[in-house]
């Protein structure tokens, strides 16, 4: 790797100011001082910028609980806006290049996948994949009798949402209680959840995932925590 290259990895330099950088002498490789910008340099090598050793940030990846902070949400989202986002929950280094894969409404809680592996990420939400997501949803209005009956043969066959061409793949709808309910979709599309049940005549009050392909939401974690991702739930994907 370009040694400018490795500063803006490892520091808040821009590629520019790292020239800068190593132009003032700030910098040195294994204890001598290199002005040259195009210097190779690798995990072995001993990188300092004003005397502070640098190490390169490898590729993460974490599952945090994503809460619903009152009076506002939180987004999943890398541009700032309204809300906070997901990244302000994670304290790392380097935290701005983590991307959330896949999206959560701001008002949803749950299961969120956080990496700076864009092909572990492409794995993930791409369509071909038909990745199943479970979340649990609470109804405005109670599901029960044959209308419970209605919807889960509905949410079997696929339902053409407002403003698509084409109907929803086939989803799982489990019947927990009268208002509540589990749901498995193999897609995401806009607000898919919420217009799905809007589609049958009812309203998502609140909506949690609870996982993203065979990575389930760890128990342990409070809304709002995070951990990083075992080796086996990494290699899922």
């Not at 590729?59 to 989202?77: N, S």
Request: net charge neutral; proline share 4%; glycine share 6%.
């Amino acid at each position: 790797m370009r040694l400018d290259k490795f500063l803006c990895e490892t520091t808040e330099l821009t590629r520019t100011l790292a020239k800068k950088a190593m132009h003032r002498e700030e910098v040195s490789v294994d204890g001598e001082v290199v002005k040259n910008p195009a210097t190779q340099v690798d995990a072995h090598s001993r990188v300092q910028w004003l005397g502070r050793t640098l190490i390169l940030v490898g590729l993460r990846y974490l599952m945090l609980h994503k809460p619903v902070k009152k009076p506002v949400g939180v987004e999943c989202t890398a541009r700032r806006g309204l809300y906070p986002i997901v990244t302000d929950l994670v304290d790392l280094p380097k935290v701005e290049r983590l991307q959330a894969v896949g999206r959560l409404d701001v008002d949803t809680t749950g299961l969120v996948l956080l990496t700076d592996d864009g092909q572990w990420a492409h794995r993930i939400t791409s369509p071909r994949r038909q990745c199943a997501k479970v979340y649990r949803a609470s109804l405005a209005d109670p599901l029960e009798g044959k209308d419970a009956e209605a919807a889960v043969k509905v949410f079997g066959e696929g339902i053409l949402l407002d403003g698509e061409e084409k109907p929803t793949r086939p989803a799982e709808l489990e019947l927990l209680s009268d208002h509540k309910v589990r749901l498995t979709i193999y897609e995401g599309k806009y607000h898919q959840v919420k217009r799905m049940f809007a589609a049958i005549g009812n309203r998502v009050e609140a909506l949690h995932r609870e996982s993203i392909g065979d990575i389930t939401l760890d128990a342990t974690l409070a809304p709002g925590e995070w951990r990083e991702l075992t080796a086996d739930e990494i290699a899922v994907f």
